[in-house]
């Protein structure tokens, strides 16, 4: 009898097709292998890059790898460096960006899995 492989090891993550030139590639989660209870993604925001306004239905931790992110929460910003990790409850409404000069890489969780409908972005 062969026994039950109980890990599983991501070679080959979903590159989320973007056109903003952030990098997102999801080692586990809705897209990856139909996980709907938890994304883990690997992200590279450009310098200068932002996204609209969003309010996720998921909380959201991200921790930062390289570089600067900003995130504007309820009206205050704050920035996050190398290191630094945050996390941000669902049905808050906020902004993500890199208005810096150098690109920013981060890991970003969601729970439950990140779905583009559960993101609920607001139109420029």
Known sequence: MQKKQKYKIQNSPFIVPTDDGKIIKEHFGKATD???EISIA???A???WSEP???PEFDEYTFIIKGKKQFIIDGEIIVLEAGQSIKVDKNTRLQY???FTEPCEYLAVCLP???IESVNREDL
Do not use: E, K, L, Y
Request: proline share 11%; net charge neutral.
């Open 34 to 36: 139909g996980n709907s």
């Open 42 to 44: 690997h992200m590279v």
């Open 46 to 48: 450009p310098a200068g």
């Open 53 to 55: 306004f969003q309010t």
């Open 97 to 99: 960006s890199n208005p």
């Open 113 to 115: 899995a990140f779905s």
